[in-house]
């Protein structure tokens, strides 16, 4: 009984693989992006009045995957009040990710990977840029393009080592005589931020 109901779940799962769909977008061509069905519904709800522009009618059509694997990794940096870095070739970038120090080449794997505070540095022949990053996400497309979304950045070289010793002890001190669990978190916050700031500058 147990041999002929492992051999029904192992034909029910080559059959799901059979007619599963790929998740890879590597056979996906590029298409320009369309609202169609938006504008259709529109002019149905109010003929008069011309459709207004959405979000999708301002994408770009996604780049076509190359064959080979280019030589440069495309990167652009992104703040909330500005662009940091825009479609700059480079030949690596390593980025503070939640799981550890990520380096991204080109022709890596698709990836979203959530950043946590630390360095995130340039590499651009013998030249290498260093940004201290709070926190955001690195988005990693099939075709070499990295685009990296942090809430806030600096260069490392600008900032002050005197004043996050000064930020570290205060917020220590903070975490030491809080008494509530907003005031623990906030200080908590505090701690983690400087102390990655500290071991940014020491590494």
Known sequence: MLRHAAR???TRAAASRSSSRALSTAGVPAEAADDSAFVEAWKKVAPNIEAPATPISLMQP???IPAAIPSKLTVNFVLPYKSEIANKEVDMVIVPATTGQMGVLPGH????????PGVL?????NDITKYFV????????ANSIADIVAVEAVPLDQ???ALVQQGLAEFNSKLGSASTDLEKAEAQIG???HSALNAALAG
């Open 191 to 193: 701690v983690d931020v």
């Open 134 to 141: 709070s926190s955001g996400f690195a988005f990693v497309h």
């Open 62 to 64: 996604r780049p076509p």
């Open 121 to 125: 540095s340039v590499h651009e022949g």
């Open 8 to 10: 029904r779940l192992a």
């Open 109 to 116: 794997v698709a990836t979203i990977a959530e950043l946590k």
């Open 159 to 161: 900032i002050d080592p």
